[in-house]
Each structure stands twice: as C-alpha cells, then as structure tokens.
C-alpha cells in the first residue's frame, strides 16, 4: 500500500514543489492550506506523515501540532515541520508541541525526500 503524506502548507508554490517531490518516489500526497483543514484532513485520511507550516492563515502550525499529537488515532503520526523560522526558539516549540523533525526552508530537495522516505521507511 502507497504511503501517504499530508502537506500542511499555505503558499500554493510550496505545497506544489514538496508534492511533485514526493510523488516522483510513488508517495500518496495531499494537500491542505489552513490548519483547521489540515487537522480535519489528518483526521480523515490518518497519513503516515505530515510536513508541517508554522505560518499559517487561520492557526499556527505549532497550535496544528499539537492538536494533531492530542488525537489517539494521529498520536504516532510523524510529522516534519518546514518552515522559514530559523531561530532556536521555534525550532524547540516545535519539537515541545510534539514534531518529529524541522526543516528550514528552502530545503535541499534530497535532504528533504531522503529524510521524508526514511521516517516512511521507503528504501
């Protein structure tokens, strides 16, 4: 069965570019561009990974994981928080709210899909 990976994200520009990655490795991508949708699609589709914004429209990022931790059904779900914040402080609210992992965009595109096929456990 394919993996699946929820894309988070709010710039269309991102989310094509981390799409495109991943489903050239034959990975199952969707995207959502607010986190209350993003919460309500993990909820739904129960992905493998999530590649997590801060910087969102409606709720940030750091809220969205840490809604995504509380729900039983997502609590073991990875999820890899990319984003433009480069300061040690987010990056440690990050980790505390519950993320796996943080990339600072822009990545390089092979960090990014090696790292996201290794937590899928994709060779």
Request: charged fraction near 30%; glycine fraction near 4%.
């Amino acid at each position: 069965m394919p993996k699946k990976v929820l894309i988070i994200e709010d710039s269309a520009t991102d989310a094509a570019i981390v799409k495109e990655l991943l489903e050239k490795e034959g990975i199952t991508t969707v995207i959502s561009v607010s986190g209350k949708e993003g919460v309500e699609k993990a909820v739904a589709l129960k992905p493998d990974l999530i590649v997590l914004d801060i910087m969102l429209p409606d709720i940030s990022g750091f809220d969205v994981c840490a809604k995504l931790k509380e729900k039983t059904a997502l609590s073991a779900t990875i999820v890899v928080v990319l984003s433009v914040k480069d300061n040690i402080e987010d990056i440690t609210r990050a980790f505390h709210v519950g993320a796996d992992d943080y990339i600072i965009k822009p990545p390089l595109p092979e960090l990014l899909t090696r790292k996201i096929k290794l937590y899928l456990g994709i060779r």
